[in-house]
């Protein structure tokens, strides 16, 4: 069973920058996608950056621009560098293994790392 281990989070000021971090315990086999979701206190888990095995990548609007996603296939880790964080940032980051399937998706999940930024 693969596991993924997130690092890197912690309180910036608006601004500021960090990097996140997620190694994926195991190999990896088939189609997948690897990406980060977020959740804020009182709202949806949203998706923040997704990329596939291939180097394309998708951003949410909000963060499309300050945000980068990038992975080492041969490492099995996925980051996401975070620029010009805002206060509206602040959430739990989750880092996210997709499989493709012809029918369907399967979702694996990491523990989540939080993500304070002051004003």
């Known amino acids: 069973q693969v596991q993924l281990v997130e690092s890197g989070g912690g309180l910036v000021q608006a601004g500021g920058s960090l990097r996140l971090s997620c190694a994926a315990a195991g190999s990896i086999f088939g189609i997948h996608t690897m990406g980060w979701y977020r959740q804020a206190p009182g709202k949806q888990r949203e998706l923040v950056a997704a990329i596939t095995t291939g180097g394309g990548a998708n951003y949410a609007d909000s963060v499309r621009g300050r945000f980068t996603i990038s992975r080492d296939n041969a490492k099995n880790t996925v980051s996401l560098q975070m620029n010009s964080l805002r206060p509206e940032d602040t959430a739990v980051y989750y880092c996210?293994?997709?499989?493709?399937?012809?029918?369907?998706?399967?979702?694996?999940w990491g523990q989540g790392t939080q993500v304070t930024v002051s004003s």
């Open positions: 996210n293994l997709k499989y493709l399937y012809a029918w369907r998706s399967d979702d694996l």
